[in-house]
Nanobody, 114 residues
Framework: QVQLVESGGGSVQTGGSLRLSCTVS????????LGWYRQLPGRQRELVANFRGMYKEYADSVKGRFTIFGDQAKFTVDLQMDNLKPEDTGVYYCNSHPGITFSWGQGTQVTVSS
């Protein structure tokens, strides 16, 4: 059973924007602190942003450029990514935080060209 479905990736040029979306069930949305992770080429998966209610936290590398949103009506967790850089290129995933609760989904590819 797929519990987390990521979408919204694509290819943009440096400085461009993308909005990623993670769709979950009502029970997951209400019970877990959710976040976005990414795996850059040759690197381990890392936390990009997470939220619980009004509390939001970002990795230093994306502060001021990425914004995480939770939609209680749609049970989605979105990641608005602005001013993208080539070093943001990778596969983006959503999951719980802290602690990984769910099987990783397929993720969504983000490619930023210079």
């Amino acid at each position: 059973q797929v519990q987390l479905v990521e979408s919204g990736g694509g290819s943009v040029q440096t400085g461009g924007s993308l909005r990623l979306s993670c769709t979950v069930s009502r029970s997951i949305f209400n019970a877990y602190n959710l976040g976005w992770y990414r795996q850059l080429p040759g690197r381990q998966r890392e936390l990009v942003a997470n939220f619980r209610g009004m509390y939001k936290e970002y990795a230093d590398s994306v502060k001021g450029r990425f914004t995480i949103f939770g939609d209680q009506a749609k049970f989605t967790v979105d990641l608005q990514m602005d001013n993208l850089k080539p070093e943001d290129t990778g596969v983006y995933y959503c999951n719980s935080h802290p602690g990984i609760t769910f099987s990783w989904g397929q993720g969504t590819q983000v490619t930023v060209s210079s």
